[in-house]
């Protein structure tokens, strides 16, 4: 799996015009999946981006995590992580997951940060998603199970 992880004042997500998911501060959440994953890569990442401490302290160090300053997440299915653009000007979707697989694994990855106490708001799986936020830092984080 790979996620692209972006702290945000605010974010929200619309299909066809109509607001689907929106959040304050917290993650907002690109997942992507390729068939190999399962429940191994979905707990471990589960775990690691709710522990992540890269909420400003009294002291503004990057010390506090997601719970501590009550935020939430908001979690976009984005196959697009896995594009290769080695040959060419167009990129190969190949290694990404296919849809039914990663569908499955994206529930199951959205339920494992609610099953931890997270809210968590979320796209349409496979949609034409318009994507709105507010980068606070800016933060951005890559996770790639790949690299664990």
């Known amino acids: ?5 972006q702290k ?5 997500v619309s299909v066809d015009g109509v607001l689907h998911g929106k959040i304050g501060r917290g993650f907002m959440l690109l997942v992507g999946v390729k068939d190999s994953d399962g429940t191994d890569e979905i707990n471990y990442l589960a775990h690691k981006i709710h522990k992540l401490r890269v909420f400003e302290d009294d002291n503004d160090k990057l010390n ?6 009550g935020g939430s997440i908001l979690s976009i299915s984005q196959f697009t992580l896995y594009a290769d653009t080695k040959k ?5 979707f190949v290694n990404a997951g296919e849809p039914e697989h990663a ?3 994206y529930e199951q990855f959205n339920q494992a940060l609610r099953d931890a106490g997270l809210e968590v708001q979320t796209g349409v799986f496979g949609a034409d998603m318009q994507v709105d936020l ?3 830092g800016p933060v951005t984080i890559l996770f790639d199970t790949e690299n664990q």
Request: glycine share 4%.
């Open 1 to 5: 799996m790979r996620i692209v992880l």
């Open 8 to 12: 945000v004042n605010r974010a929200s």
């Open 64 to 69: 506090l995590d997601i719970d501590t300053v």
């Open 88 to 92: 060419g000007n167009r990129p190969s």
């Open 103 to 105: 569908q499955k694994v």
């Open 134 to 136: 507010e980068n606070d």
